[in-house]
Nanobody
Framework: QVQLVESGGGLVQAGGSLRLSCAAS????????MGWYRQAPGKQRELVAA???????NYADSVKGRFTISRDNAKNTVYLQMNNLKPDDTAVYYC??????????????WGQGTQVTVAS
C-alpha cells in the first residue's frame, strides 16, 4: 500500500503565494510521474502541473509562469510553488503519483486533497 500526505493549502490574498507538498510512503518500487490536479466547485478535476522522473514538466496554460512543480526523489515528495495567486485558482488541490512495481505495472494514487482559497 502507498499513502500520500498533502500539506500547504490555506487562505491567501490575491497576489500571494502558497507552497503545496505531497509525500509518498509505503510499498514504493519506483515513482514515475508526479502531478497536481485541482477541482473547483461545479467543475471537473483538471491537471495543473506534472513532472516526470526525468524532471520534464507540463503545466496548464492558466498557471504557466506563476506555478512551479518540483520533486525530491530522496524524499518521495512533490511540491507545487504557487505565486501570484488569483481567485480563479481557488479549488481543492490533489496530488497524483504514478508508481511502477517490479513487474512494470503502473498504479496511480491520489492524495486526500487540500483546500486553496484565494480572496480577492
Amino acid at each position: 500500500q502507498v499513502q500520500l500526505v498533502e500539506s500547504g493549502g490555506g487562505l491567501v490574498q490575491a497576489g500571494g503565494s502558497l507552497r503545496l507538498s505531497c509525500a509518498a510512503s509505503g510499498n514504493i518500487f519506483k515513482i514515475n510521474t508526479m502531478g497536481w490536479y485541482r477541482q473547483a466547485p461545479g467543475k471537473q478535476r483538471e491537471l495543473v502541473a506534472a513532472i516526470t522522473d526525468s524532471r520534464s514538466t507540463n503545466y496548464a496554460d492558466s498557471v504557466k509562469g506563476r506555478f512551479t512543480i518540483s520533486r525530491d526523489n530522496a524524499k518521495n515528495t512533490v511540491y507545487l510553488q504557487m505565486n501570484n495567486l488569483k481567485p480563479d485558482d481557488t479549488a481543492v488541490y490533489y496530488c497524483n503519483v504514478r508508481i511502477r512495481d517490479s513487474n512494470w505495472y503502473e498504479y496511480a494514487y491520489w492524495g486526500q486533497g487540500t483546500q486553496v482559497t484565494v480572496a480577492s
